[in-house]
């Protein structure tokens, strides 16, 4: 076997996408693992780690320039071990190289270039690397060449550097849950008001470009709004016109590409990802909750429906990303010429309407192509047209079809096809949210797939899993895997009252106590028994998606709101209390926590259905509820008798007079039951206990 073949068969054995991309370079690539550490110790050479992700566009360029080229892969293959990591499978490898190399350089980034010591000690890195001296950065093959010369002549430097380098990361990968704050709504006054004078009132959003969506800021400043906060609706509602009126937002085939290149949401880096169209599905359903606006309704369904139309695998669970690029190019799959357009839609009438809507023209807005961008607003438009806007808005969708048709014939980006269970998580959250409140059985179902196919076919012998391809499982869960999933099937269980959810979610929470949590407050981002790591992180920022501690916050918040277990709140509240500084003077990396502060700070409404066995009539009440956005409510039901133990709310809740009954509560102390759907309604409307 020539040593290609064995190099290959390194990577080959994976499942990631993005590592399989990788598996027939000539660099000899190893997976992280005992074989790969042993083989640097045995041999006294520095690792080569190299951290990237399936649809990352300058992954794919750093691996074309160098990891191709046979003489750079000569050279890392005689004087180094090289590992290849997907940070998707393994956030925990991120998180420490990650801040090794922002401390380094002050900047971090994908693909992430660190090189360690055998004992996994970072001493020098960087992100992407040129092939020649470009733009101020030195050639790939010059920082071998000097990392190689330090190593063998000034060894003493080497070990200076990594033992700086690891006593400063590991403050910053372990929150000590030190102090405490009262909570209070003063927090969430504040904190607001943060969000609010940072915020681009001219463009929408949050700093400059490139500009990220930040869906988690949104909802927290859609939960204001339902406190009573004029400015903080504002703020969202224009933050979310903003973003799906750009080029961020797909009109064609719908969902959110990554994040804008630019502060007008024009040209966005064009890769798909689960998590971001998960929550921003999510947040536009809230959005449309809380106004009525059509327009966010239309932008929650049309994200929906491609991630089950494109991101979903039969079993139920849905892949990961779509790739930035086709055919080499960046955005190819998703930008028009004039002449594209002409030919996808031959009606003159057609492309009259598309011109009016979204201004396209031969010269193009990217690249000499056009990314299509709502230009005019649907009202002022139909105004122009004289007809009316629901009549527009079909007209439009017959456009987008059709060029949906014509799309559907290009080459696709690359699908990073693996199963996350995190970010699996948030989609279940979206589907069973819009299920209910949009009347969509179709979508409650997805939802039902999803927690099936996440709780059997990824949790075996009490262990979670991260990552699933292809029949196959990968790494143990992370905090964040356990935090998301929790609250994914708490929001199912209401969604569908099948009790069967509630029980898994405490099961979970029993594992995730057990194996993640720290004595001294918190949880750690990994298992207890994670091998070959050189610290054990314990992050509390939120990024693009939400932190596995705030995540793990909310979900022994909500779990306590059903089950009355105070040690669960005890937990929750002190993560909450040493984190409010923080998050009042940095918003937008907290806006996760925020949220569960926003339900602490309550006043929560617990609102127990129940009914007779074998009998129907909850659905009306059940729909009356998820009829608003209701971000401090939870909601139990089941028919009595029963011989499964429900919720602690819903002990000692007979059903009236043999009908559906409503209880609404505050503290498990409850208002007078109700068979009475106007008095429900009343209820659940009249501010809870405390507020």
Same mark, same amino acid.
């Given at each position: 076997?020539? !040593?290609?073949?064995?190099?290959?068969?390194?990577?080959?054995?994976?499942?990631?996408?993005?590592?399989?991309?990788?598996?027939?370079?000539?660099?000899?690539?190893?997976?992280?693992?005992?074989?790969?550490?042993?083989?640097?110790?045995?041999?006294?050479?520095?690792?080569?780690?190299?951290?990237?992700?399936?649809?990352?566009?300058?992954?794919?360029?750093?691996?074309?320039?160098?990891?191709?080229?046979?003489?750079?892969?000569?050279?890392? +293959?005689?004087?180094?071990?090289?590992?290849?990591?997907?940070?998707?499978?393994?956030?925990?490898?991120?998180?420490?190289?990650?801040?090794?190399?922002?401390?380094?350089?002050?900047?971090?980034?994908?693909?992430?270039?660190?090189?360690?010591?055998?004992?996994?000690?970072?001493?020098?890195?960087?992100?992407?690397?040129?092939?020649?001296?470009?733009?101020?950065?030195?050639?790939?093959?010059?920082?071998?060449?000097?990392?190689?010369?330090?190593?063998?002549?000034?060894?003493?430097?080497?070990?200076?550097?990594?033992?700086?380098?690891?006593?400063?990361?590991?403050?910053?990968?372990?929150?000590?849950? *030190?102090? *405490?704050?009262?909570?209070?709504?003063?927090?969430?006054?504040?904190?607001?008001?943060?969000?609010?004078?940072?915020?681009?009132?001219?463009?929408?959003?949050?700093?400059?470009?490139?500009?990220?969506?930040?869906? %988690?800021?949104?909802?927290?400043?859609?939960?204001?709004?339902?406190?009573?906060?004029?400015?903080?609706?504002?703020?969202?509602?224009?933050?979310?016109?903003?973003?799906?009126?750009?080029?961020?937002?797909?009109?064609?085939?719908?969902?959110?590409?990554?994040?804008?290149?630019?502060?007008?949401?024009?040209?966005?880096?064009?890769?798909?990802?689960?998590?971001?169209?998960?929550?921003?599905?999510?947040?536009?359903?809230?959005?449309?909750?809380?106004?009525?606006?059509?327009?966010?309704?239309?932008?929650?369904?049309?994200?929906?429906?491609?991630?089950?139309?494109?991101?979903?695998?039969?079993?139920?669970?849905?892949?990961?990303?779509?790739?930035?690029?086709?055919?080499?190019?960046?955005?190819?799959?998703?930008?028009?010429?004039?002449?594209?357009?002409?030919?996808?839609?031959?009606?003159?009438?057609?492309?009259? =309407?598309?011109?009016?809507?979204?201004?396209?023209?031969?010269?193009?807005?990217?690249?000499?192509?056009?990314?299509?961008?709502?230009?005019?607003?649907?009202?002022?438009?139909?105004?122009?047209?004289?007809?009316?806007?629901?009549?527009?808005?079909?007209?439009?969708?017959?456009?987008?079809?059709?060029?949906?048709?014509?799309?559907?014939?290009?080459?696709?980006?690359?699908?990073?096809?693996?199963?996350?269970?995190?970010?699996?998580?948030?989609?279940?959250?979206?589907?069973?949210?819009?299920?209910?409140? =949009?009347?969509?059985?179709?979508?409650?179902?997805?939802?039902?797939? +999803?927690?099936?196919?996440?709780?059997?076919? %990824?949790?075996?012998?009490?262990?979670?899993?991260?990552?699933?391809?292809?029949?196959?499982?990968?790494?143990?869960?992370?905090?964040?895997?356990?935090?998301?999933?929790?609250?994914?099937?708490?929001?199912?269980?209401?969604?569908?009252?099948?009790?069967?959810?509630?029980?898994?979610?405490?099961?979970?929470?029993?594992? %995730?106590?057990?194996?993640?949590?720290?004595?001294?407050?918190?949880?750690?981002?990994?298992? +207890? !028994?994670?091998?070959?790591?050189?610290?054990?992180?314990?992050?509390?920022? !939120?990024?693009?998606?939400?932190?596995?501690?705030?995540?793990?916050?909310?979900?022994?918040?909500? =779990?306590?709101?059903?089950?009355?277990?105070?040690?669960?709140?005890? %937990?929750?509240?002190?993560?909450?209390?040493?984190?409010?500084?923080? /998050?009042?003077?940095?918003?937008?990396?907290?806006?996760?926590?925020?949220?569960?502060?926003?339900?602490?700070?309550?006043?929560?409404?617990?609102?127990?259905?129940?009914?007779?066995?074998?009998?129907?009539?909850?659905?009306?009440?059940?729909?009356?509820?998820?009829?608003?956005?209701?971000?401090?409510?939870?909601?139990?039901?089941?028919?009595?008798?029963?011989? *499964?133990?429900?919720?602690?709310?819903?002990? !000692?809740?007979?059903?009236?007079?043999?009908?559906?009954?409503?209880?609404?509560?505050?503290?498990?102390?409850?208002?007078?039951?109700?068979?009475?759907?106007?008095?429900?309604?009343?209820?659940?409307?009249?501010? /809870?206990?405390?507020?």
């Amino acid at each position: 076997m020539d !040593d290609h073949k064995q190099i290959s068969n390194r990577l080959i054995n994976e499942t990631s996408p993005y590592l399989l991309q990788h598996a027939h370079n000539p660099v000899a690539w190893f997976p992280w693992g005992e074989e790969a550490i042993q083989k640097a110790r045995a041999e006294d050479k520095p690792i080569f780690l190299s951290i990237g992700y399936a649809a990352c566009h300058w992954c794919h360029v750093m691996e074309h320039e160098s990891f191709e080229d046979p003489r750079t892969a000569d050279f890392l +293959n005689q004087h180094f071990v090289s590992i290849k990591v997907d940070r998707e499978e393994r956030p925990d490898l991120d998180a420490i190289y990650m801040a090794a190399v922002t401390a380094l350089t002050g900047q971090g980034g994908w693909p992430l270039s660190a090189f360690l010591t055998p004992d996994l000690e970072p001493f020098y890195g960087g992100t992407y690397f040129p092939p020649v001296r470009r733009h101020g950065m030195p050639a790939f093959m010059e920082v071998l060449t000097s990392i190689l010369q330090v190593w063998q002549k000034d060894r003493s430097e080497v070990k200076r550097v990594s033992a700086e380098l690891s006593g400063h990361i590991k403050p910053n990968l372990y929150w000590n849950v *030190t102090q *405490t704050g009262a909570l209070d709504a003063g927090l969430l006054d504040r904190a607001t008001d943060t969000l609010i004078r940072s915020y681009d009132h001219l463009n929408g959003g949050w700093g400059q470009a490139p500009k990220f969506p930040a869906p %988690m800021a949104i909802e927290y400043l859609l939960q204001q709004a339902t406190r009573g906060s004029q400015p903080a609706q504002e703020i969202a509602l224009h933050a979310l016109h903003s973003m799906n009126r750009g080029g961020l937002y797909d009109r064609v085939g719908g969902g959110f590409h990554r994040y804008s290149t630019d502060n007008h949401w024009l040209v966005p880096h064009f890769e798909k990802m689960l998590y971001d169209n998960a929550q921003l599905a999510q947040v536009y359903l809230h959005a449309y909750q809380l106004t009525g606006v059509e327009d966010f309704k239309r932008t929650c369904v049309e994200t929906l429906d491609f991630l089950r139309g494109e991101m979903r695998h039969p079993s139920g669970g849905f892949y990961s990303s779509l790739d930035a690029d086709s055919e080499g190019e960046e955005g190819k799959f998703y930008t028009w010429s004039l002449s594209e357009l002409q030919a996808a839609l031959p009606d003159p009438a057609d492309m009259a =309407l598309l011109t009016q809507a979204y201004q396209p023209d031969e010269h193009g807005n990217f690249e000499g192509k056009n990314i299509l961008k709502q230009a005019v607003d649907a009202g002022a438009l139909a105004l122009a047209l004289q007809i009316p806007e629901e009549q527009l808005a079909g007209r439009l969708d017959q456009i987008h079809r059709r060029l949906y048709q014509a799309r559907s014939q290009r080459v696709r980006p690359a699908t990073d096809d693996k199963i996350l269970v995190s970010w699996n998580a948030l989609a279940s959250m979206a589907f069973s949210a819009a299920g209910r409140a =949009l009347q969509r059985p179709d979508y409650l179902d997805i939802a039902r797939q +999803n927690a099936r196919f996440l709780t059997e076919s %990824m949790h075996s012998d009490g262990v979670l899993h991260r990552a699933w391809r292809a029949g196959q499982l990968r790494h143990t869960a992370y905090l964040e895997d356990y935090g998301a999933l929790i609250l994914a099937l708490l929001d199912l269980y209401q969604a569908d009252l099948d009790s069967h959810w509630f029980h898994m979610a405490q099961s979970l929470a029993a594992e %995730m106590v057990e194996h993640y949590r720290d004595p001294q407050g918190g949880f750690y981002n990994t298992r +207890n !028994d994670q091998p070959n790591l050189l610290l054990r992180p314990k992050e509390y920022q !939120d990024n693009a998606t939400p932190s596995g501690n705030a995540l793990a916050c909310l979900a022994l918040l909500r =779990l306590s709101a059903f089950s009355g277990e105070g040690e669960l709140l005890d %937990m929750a509240s002190a993560m909450l209390g040493s984190i409010g500084d923080l /998050a009042i003077r940095y918003p937008t990396a907290f806006a996760f926590w925020l949220q569960a502060a926003d339900f602490a700070i309550g006043p929560v409404q617990q609102v127990a259905l129940v009914w007779p066995a074998g009998q129907t009539g909850e659905s009306t009440f059940a729909q009356e509820y998820w009829s608003r956005y209701r971000p401090r409510a939870i909601l139990a039901g089941s028919p009595v008798p029963s011989e *499964t133990a429900q919720p602690a709310l819903l002990h !000692d809740r007979p059903a009236k007079d043999g009908n559906t009954t409503a209880y609404v509560c505050a503290g498990f102390v409850c208002r007078q039951p109700t068979n009475d759907l106007d008095t429900f309604k009343e209820l659940l409307d009249r501010p /809870a206990a405390g507020a």
